[in-house]
């Protein structure tokens, strides 16, 4: 039973554009959330997180939005560049004031196009 | 070396051979952690230590062993593996996390190992 799920294993922006990357979680257990953005031939580089007490956080060109009500969060990039284009995958984490255990999702590759 | 490292970068292994992956971390993080990654399937947690000790061992076959002799290195001992174990196994650190605390892991590079 996949706990995170990203619906959509790819999407195309033109350059300039949002893109809007969704995830959706089923344990509401878990309190807090990151966005993974990952090469080919590279590890996974974190990108932007946001904890269950908020509903947005904000880096630069990076949005995430949190809905707990609807266990939902999408990661919004804007605007939209070349070098944007990676897999982006989404985990969620349940605080267990150890080390951290991710559960991640099956990853959305993004292609920016000119 | 700075970030996380991984040793080797490719590795292609007989099903009677022994072999180990090495993970180094440089960022004076507490925690480490192996994850496999399989085509089309997500991340999967295989072993997370903690303070050098190991915390979670998730149902992952005995073929697989792991080390951590210290905080700074990680080790995967593998032996008799399968075909089905070909992936790419990539290593993680961290910060423990407090009580009121959350900390992002940081990835290696991965190590793509194929078992014939």
């Known amino acids: 039973d996949q706990q995170v799920k990203q619906n959509s294993p790819s999407l195309s922006v033109q350059e300039g554009r949002i893109s809007i990357l969704n995830c959706d979680y089923t344990?509401?257990?878990?309190?807090?959330f990151l966005w993974y953005k990952k090469y080919p031939a590279e590890g996974p580089t974190f990108l932007i997180s946001i904890s269950s007490i908020k509903d947005k956080n904000e880096d630069g060109r990076f949005t995430v939005f949190l809905n707990k009500s609807a266990k939902h969060l999408s990661l919004h990039i804007v605007p939209s560049q070349p070098g944007d284009s990676a897999v982006y995958f989404c985990a969620a984490s349940a605080h267990t004031g150890t080390a951290s255990k991710l559960t991640f999702g099956t990853g959305t590759r993004l292609q920016v196009t000119l | 070396e700075t970030g996380v490292t991984q040793t080797p970068r490719h590795l292609v292994m007989g099903m009677t051979n022994k072999k180990s992956l090495k993970c180094e971390q440089h960022?004076?993080?507490?925690?480490m952690y192996w994850y496999k990654q399989s085509a089309k399937k997500p991340l999967e947690l295989m072993f997370v230590y903690s303070l050098e000790e190991r915390v979670e061992n998730n149902s992952v076959p005995s073929r697989f062993s792991p080390e951590c002799p210290n905080s700074s290195h990680l080790f995967l001992h593998l032996h008799t593996l399968q075909p089905e174990d070909s992936a790419l196994y990539l290593c993680a650190s961290s910060h423990v996390a407090g009580l009121s605390s959350y900390n992002e892991q940081f990835f290696g590079p991965g190590t793509r190992l194929t078992v014939l």
């Open positions: 960022l004076g993080h507490n925690a």
């Open positions: 344990n509401s257990m878990f309190d807090y």
